[in-house]
Each structure stands twice: as structure tokens, then as C-alpha cells.
């Protein structure tokens, strides 16, 4: 590993958002990132990003990690702006080619990095995926179907963890960066939209990253985490139809699927009969009245019988 100097097909910026992070996960991701960090022959550095915390975050490393791997890490600070404003700095500030995003609490594979590049480097690559496991309150691996065509189904639901993504940092930037006004599932919303851009995406059907899930987090609160997944899904089928109709290979199972997930996150929101209707509303100015009514009635009844099941991820 080598610290970027100059843009080169193989550099890689990692940007870390931290706010008041705790001490012992923070550490156990920042060594995960420079253990893979490695296996990589590029040019690399670490971004922290310290979104306003209320604790000295430098400090605090200073005491936790020898001065070598604090010589890797370089460090900004922000005034609280949220996950999106954190990670559009480093995006802002990073040199490398491609960009991968960590939580301060989450993992990532030795090889990570080394597995993502030379995957990317393989072709028209604009994103590349891998699939991730969950770990702490929740202990299981998220898979992708090998029948998914996962740029295609990527709008059905929130399928990738956002440190399980390695991205063109140009890309980025010329979406605008992460929307900022988002509260959650910024990283779906920015993958979508990289799709729709034309990005290639490749998938390495192997766990490289690890999530944890713990009280804090937002795959916890499932009344609000599908609340903007339905929100976001509404937003597809509104602005969007036409461009996933069109793209997808098997249409009609593509928006079938699409709109019976929808519908579920709808009726597991925080405002379960409210959102159902607006989302059966939109489907039916594009579906019809018949078959809009039908699938809500279908996802009703399952809702009822198996509210604990979950279509995404985040969960």
C-alpha cells in the first residue's frame, strides 16, 4: 500500500464517517480497513471523517492505535451535518479513483480491496458489489440470488451494505454526491441512481464486508427503515418506471416483484395503511385498478400472517 499522490486507475480512497463513535469498534474498523489495505497493490488512503462528535476523535485514536497506523489515517472535522454530509466531504477530499465507504462500527475482508479492484479493473465497471453478513444483535449472510440480475433487481430493495460497494469516485461527483436532504438510505438512493447513470455493476458472490447490527442502528428501528423504503420506492415507480420496465430483461417479473416489495415495506412503515394506499394509487396509474387492488390485498393478508418477514439488507 502507497498513499495517493496522482489519480491512477487502481487508486482507492476509504472514507470513514464518524460521529461519536465507540472507541473499540471504531479501532477494530479502521484495523479491518488497513489489514485489506495490504493486499492491495494501488495507491490508497484512509479519509476519517468526524461529523461534528461531541468526543475528541483524534485523541481518542491516539491512545487506541500505535503512531504507524495513525501516520495511514488522514483526519477531517465537520460541524454535525449527518451520514451524507460526512461521506460527500471525503468524497470531496479523496484522490483515488474509487471510493469505498465504511461505517465506524462496521468490517471488511482482508481481501477485500485486492477482490473489488481486480474485479473493477476487469472491464466497464462503474460499481462493484459483494455480498456481506451481519453480525452482533443479528448474526446471518446477506446473499444474491445467482438468477438476480442485481443491477436490475437493485430497485426492488435495498440488496447491498454500503461498506460492501467499491464505486468510481467520478461517478460520484457527477450525480451531485449523496443526497443530503435523505434521513436514511442515502447509499440505496445513490446506487440507483448509478445505475440509471449507465454505471456497470459487477458481483463478487462472496461475504467481503460485515455489518454490525446493534440497538443504534437504523436496521433496528424497522418502522422507520421501511418507511424510507417505501418512500424511495414510491420515488422509483413515480419518476422512474419507464427506465426499469425498459432495462430489465424479464419486465413483467421485474415490476412484479418490485411492487409486491414495495407493498410490504408500505405495510411495515410507520403509517402502514397510509403509505399501502399511495403506493396502490401510483401502481394503479400504471397497472390498473384491478391488479392494484389485488396485490395490496395479497401483501395484506401475508402482512398479517408473517409480519416479521423482511425484502431487504438493511434488516
Known sequence: MSTVSTFSESSLSVIV????????????????VMIALKQFDGLSEILL??????????????????QESMGMIEIHR???GGLSAARNMGIRKAKGEWCHF??????????FYREATQVALQ???????????LF???NREVKFSEAWDISTQIVVGNLVHVNAVLVKRKTLLDLGLFDETLNGLE??????RCVRAGAGVRVIPRSLAEVRIH????????GRMNSRMAELSLREWRDHFDFWQTKSSQPVETIRTWCLAGLSYALRSETPWKSALQYRSEISTRLGSVTSWKWLLRQSIRHVLRPEMSNHAGQ
Open 187 to 192: 447509499d440505496w438512493d445513490m446506487w440507483l
Open 123 to 133: 472491464g466497464d465497471a462503474g460499481m462493484v458489489f459483494s455480498e456481506s453478513s
Open 215 to 222: 440497538k443504534g442502528s437504523m436496521s433496528t428501528n424497522r
Open 17 to 32: 464517517p464518524c460521529y461519536n463513535a465507540n472507541p473499540k469498534w471504531l479501532v477494530e474498523c479502521l484495523h479491518s
Open 78 to 80: 465537520q460541524r454535525n
Open 136 to 138: 452482533g444483535q443479528i
Open 102 to 111: 465504511i461505517d465506524d462500527d462496521d468490517r471488511i475482508s482482508p481481501t
Open 49 to 66: 471523517i468526524d461529523d461534528g462528535s461531541d468526543v475528541p476523535i483524534r485523541q481518542l485514536l491516539r491512545k487506541k492505535l500505535p
